[in-house]
């Protein structure tokens, strides 16, 4: 079976070593990259065969995961999960496929009713990268004299004769994926600052309705402050009253 049916193929990124052009989860195997060349990776059983393959003075770096720089390949941009409301999550996507607009995270996908039918979506610019990476890597298997797959009529790996694999190796595509690659960028600053302005909003009307109940209140304890104030006020002017009054009957005799 081709590599391209593999469920894999849209949900993990790929590397491959340029020794034994082996195809390497690059998730969740080890792999090692050249320090001095820009696209040069070996897996863990050619590391020894660089110094005689590759070249005694360039180091090499072990590697396991997303590079940083495809981290935000990892987030479904402009999709919210329908159960927790969380926006752009990372990690697979689940689809509905009787609802016109139910999706859900992985965190969720278990606890979801049985009334949806969900069904995992790809995860397109991972499955574009490597399909861009995998032809490249036929081309080279099938063309490199030290390749154990050299002189092949076609791949193995995503099962393309070499006349396919070079034809799809121009510039078109790979501008095409490259455009792709900054459209989604793009949208996923735009959707970042989105998310930002959103929470400072929140986060504003919060400390405006803080603002207006620390005002009422302010403004409660300086009515209730009047109003003890006059009350003491008049405490004060019945008690002298009372003592006048005493003192005219003093005076007079009435008392």
């Not at 797959?149 to 006349?163: E, H, R, S």
């Not at 994926?177 to 909003?201: A, P």
Request: include cysteine.
């Amino acid at each position: 079976m081709s590599i391209l049916d593999d469920e894999k193929y849209s949900q993990t990124l790929f590397a491959f070593c340029d020794i034994c052009y082996i195809v390497i989860d690059a998730e969740k195997e080890s792999y090692y990259k050249c320090l001095s060349c820009k696209d040069f990776v070996v897996c863990a059983q050619c590391l020894p065969l660089t110094k005689t393959k590759h070249s005694l003075e360039h180091k090499f770096s072990s590697r396991k995961g997303i590079p940083n720089q495809f981290l935000w390949i990892e987030k479904n941009v402009g999709i919210t999960c329908d159960r927790c409301f969380r926006r752009d999550f990372p990690g697979r996507l689940y689809h509905c496929t009787t609802c016109n607009e139910f999706n859900v995270c992985e965190k969720c996908f278990p606890y979801v009713s049985l009334c949806h039918h969900l069904k995992l979506k790809p995860n397109t610019m991972k499955a574009k990268l490597n399909h861009k990476l995998m032809i490249r890597r036929a081309v080279a298997a099938l063309t490199n004299p030290d390749s154990p797959f050299y002189g092949q009529p076609f791949d193995v790996v995503i099962d393309w004769p070499l006349t396919a694999t070079r034809h799809s190796v121009n510039e078109q595509e790979n501008k095409l994926i490259f455009q792709d690659v900054l459209h989604l960028q793009g949208q996923l600053k735009n959707s970042d600052f989105s998310e930002k302005m959103r929470k400072k909003i929140h986060q504003d009307n919060i400390q405006e309705k803080n603002c207006k109940s620390k005002s009422n209140n302010q403004r409660i304890k300086d009515t209730n402050l009047q109003k003890e104030q006059l009350r003491k006020r008049r405490l004060q002017d019945y008690q002298q009253r009372q003592h006048l009054l005493k003192d005219v009957e003093i005076i007079t005799g009435t008392g």
